[in-house]
Each structure stands twice: as structure tokens, then as C-alpha cells.
């Protein structure tokens, strides 16, 4: 009852803060998932072309690009709705633990810039 309670609060406060966006930024928010989708495609597409030259494979393009960008975004579609938008706007998860490794993640990634960047300057 009191979880319970807590949860729509916390639901209602995100909703809130969504309709206070503006309309780019909910859309965005909203279809986010396709956003990073087409980004992880364009990995895909990127990193085939890198091996098939450094391979020198000149056949079949098509059949070797399409599952290069196909997979990446299905993939990343479905994680990012599974994990990321579906507990936000459900609120059936704690929301402690993922934004604590979304967190740790950040911090991980900051600490890894600034090295190279330190290892660049030097």
C-alpha cells in the first residue's frame, strides 16, 4: 500500500515533467528507442564496410550489410523499450537501481574521457 502509493507518485511527477517538455523534446522522449536504433544501424553499417575492406570481399554487399543494420536495431529497439521506457512510465521497478547504474556508467565513461584526453595533452 505505502510502495504502492509511493510508485504513483513517483509515475505521476514523470508524467508531470513529460507534459512540461516541449514538443520536440516529448517526442523525442517518446521515440527515443528509434533515435538510438538507427544509431546502432549505422554502426553496423560502418563496421561491415570497415572489415569488407580490410578483407577485400567485393560480393554480395546487400546480403552481408543488411543483417549488419537489421539486428543492431531491432536489438536495441527492444532492450530500450523493455528497459528503459516501459519501467519509467510504468513505474512497476525501483527506480533506484537504474539510475544508480546509469549513473556508475556515466561516471565510468567521464573517468575514461578524461584519461585520454590526459594521455592526448601529455
Known amino acids: ?26 517526442n523525442l522522449c517518446n521515440h527515443g528507442k528509434y533515435f538510438l536504433a538507427a544509431n546502432s544501424s549505422l554502426c553496423g553499417l560502418a563496421a561491415n564496410n570497415f572489415f569488407r575492406n580490410i578483407l577485400h570481399v567485393r560480393k554480395a554487399s546487400l546480403v552481408s550489410a543488411l543483417p549488419m543494420a537489421v539486428i543492431p536495431f531491432l536489438s536495441t529497439a527492444i532492450v530500450y523499450e523493455a528497459f528503459v521506457h516501459d519501467p519509467l512510465f510504468s513505474g512497476k521497478n525501483l527506480f533506484i537501481p537504474f539510475f544508480t547504474l546509469k549513473g556508475l556508467c556515466f561516471l565510468y565513461t567521464m573517468e575514461h574521457l578524461l584519461l585520454a584526453l590526459k594521455l592526448l595533452w601529455s
Open 1 to 26: 500500500s505505502k510502495y504502492i502509493s509511493e510508485i504513483f507518485s513517483v509515475l505521476f511527477l514523470v508524467l508531470n515533467l513529460l507534459k512540461q517538455l516541449s514538443f520536440f523534446h516529448r
